[in-house]
T-cell receptor
Framework: GNSVTQMEGPVTLSEEAFLTINCTYT??????LFWYVQYPGEGLQLLLK?????DKGSNKGFEATYRKETTSFHLEKGSVQVSDSAVYFC???????????FGIGTKLQVIP | DAGVIQSPRHEVTEMGQEVTLRCKPI?????LFWYRQTMMRGLELLIY????????DSGMPEDRFSAKMPNASFSTLKIQPSEPRDSAVYFC?????????????FGPGTRLTVT
């Protein structure tokens, strides 16, 4: 079956530090990959996406590249801000199915 | 559009009581999902519907949980009787077939506390 593995949090960084949150996946076929973000007290929002190998998704300074050879989709940002403090979920959708498989989530805390 | 609407936002109830959570999906969306989020288990898919028909309820924990979607604009998740271990945040999400990425739009969630 499908599964997503994320690094355990919480991750604490100083403002302007470089961020990497690791994500690897197991899936049948050729999945679409996503990063969702959840701000405190809110539902999840789609942050970025990639639908095929070597695609790079990007949004709000965040990037992730779909690496089929390593089955990975690591999230990166060059300079984090306090406002980036949130929980980040890696997810995948495989084939024609609507069901999305989420990782456990990684909490990011950015301190001034 | 108003987005996915959930009510109530917070619910506190005593063990053994019936709890009903409500969801209004985005107008025109044909898929609706119910998730549960806890610290221990993360985000779990409980059940999802397509065109008001339940497609996969394999994530529903036990018979105490039931979900309905009587029409395209309304769904309920019911827990009867509730137990303290049901305490969690319950999210509803909706999506639309035919869009390139099938993005799911989440509601703000209902925080349930069972004492």
């Amino acid at each position: 079956g499908n599964s997503v593995t994320q690094m355990e949090g919480p991750v604490t960084l100083s403002e302007e530090a470089f961020l990497t949150i690791n994500c690897t996946y197991t899936a049948t076929g050729y999945p679409s990959l996503f990063w969702y973000v959840q701000y405190p007290g809110e539902g999840l929002q789609l942050l970025l996406k990639a639908t095929k190998a070597d695609d790079k998704g990007s949004n709000k300074g965040f990037e992730a590249t779909y690496r089929k050879e390593t089955t990975s989709f690591h999230l990166e940002k060059g300079s984090v801000q306090v406002s980036d403090s949130a929980v980040y979920f890696c997810a995948l959708r495989s084939g024609g199915y609507q069901k999305v498989t989420f990782g456990i989530g990684t909490k990011l805390q950015v301190i001034p | 559009d108003a987005g996915v609407i959930q009510s109530p936002r917070h619910e506190v109830t005593e063990m053994g009581q019936e709890v009903t959570l409500r969801c209004k999906p985005i107008s025109g969306h044909d898929y609706l999902f119910w998730y549960r989020q806890t610290m221990m288990r993360g985000l779990e898919l409980l059940i999802y519907f397509n065109n008001n028909v339940p497609i996969d309820d394999s994530g529903m924990p036990e018979d105490r949980f039931s979900a309905k979607m009587p029409n395209a604009s309304f769904s309920t998740l019911k827990i009867q009787p509730s137990e303290p271990r049901d305490s969690a945040v319950y999210f509803c999400a909706s999506s639309l077939t035919g869009t390139p990425i099938y993005e799911q739009y989440f509601g703000p969630g209902t925080r349930l506390t069972v004492t």
